[in-house]
């Protein structure tokens, strides 16, 4: 199968899952299957197309940037029919830096785009003057639309909506709105800490000391920690490390040696 699982966006930003993609000169599709489905081609380090429902290219991309839930894969197989990204992977990634820098600050405030924002009520008295790109925001954070409801209905992207939203939370007339319901827990099956201890030993037998330095990595662009790790993402992980391993020799070792322990932890369990 050519889809691997990678990651999870309600536990790791999409950038952090694509920048060693770039980095390890990869080809292939990155699949966000979510709200807001979309695509981006990379072909040996370059992003050269990237798709959304109503978006190509240049424009795509910045959308897809701000994508913050569902499912990440890789398909390492495909190419892209049409090369529509105009800019340089490197200013690119640059710019998506940036733009994720300024995500972390504001996501103090609009943790998703879920996030429900109401007018305060009380103020604190005084006049105070709201730019005009802030009126359509104010109008539409009634307590019940969510930040992508009101970034869609103003035609805006999210991120503009959440750089406008913090900022006007910062200026005392917008709050987050209280909501009722506790999020249920979804409890899944797990492997085993010694699994990884096993084969992080074998990555480092072919690769040295920087294999434990990947394996972090790799589990980490999972989202997942090494002590809650899914048994249904195992195998995802272990084609993931083993295409980051370039010698065919030292690729063959490991992930033989990987699959051996993962089907005698399925034998133990």
Known sequence: MAYDLIGNLSKTRLFD?????????????????GSKPAELYIEGGSIVHGKTDTLAGDEAIRSIMDIDDGRVSFDW?????????????LQLMSDWAAR??????????????????????????????????QWGVLALCNGMRSVSEVADQLGRSMFE?????????????????????????RHKETIDETFFVTIEAELK???????????????????ESRDA??????????????????????????????????LSSLQDS
Request: charged content about 25%; proline content about 4%.
């Open 229 to 262: 790790f899914p048994k249904d993402q195992v195998e995802s992980l272990i084609r993931t490390v083993c295409d980051q391993i370039m010698e065919d020799q030292k690729r063959e070792k490991f992930g033989n040696a990987a699959w051996v322990a993962w």
């Open 205 to 223: 037998k072919v690769l040295g000391p920087i294999g434990r330095i990947i394996m972090n990595d790799t589990i980490a662009a999972f989202g």
């Open 100 to 133: 994720e820098e300024e995500w972390r600050k504001i996501k103090t405030i609009v943790t998703s785009s879920d996030t429900v924002f109401s007018i305060v009520i009380d103020g604190g008295g005084g006049v105070r003057i709201i730019p005009e790109e």
């Open 77 to 89: 197989q495909a190419s892209p029919e049409n090369r529509t990204v105009t800019m340089v992977t």
């Open 17 to 33: 899952l694509v920048k060693p993609l770039v980095r390890g000169k990869k080809s292939g599709m990155v699949v966000i299957e």
């Open 161 to 185: 909506v959440s750089q406008t939203i913090y900022k006007m939370v910062g200026l005392a007339l917008l709050e987050e709105a209280e909501t009722t319901g506790t999020p249920r827990i």
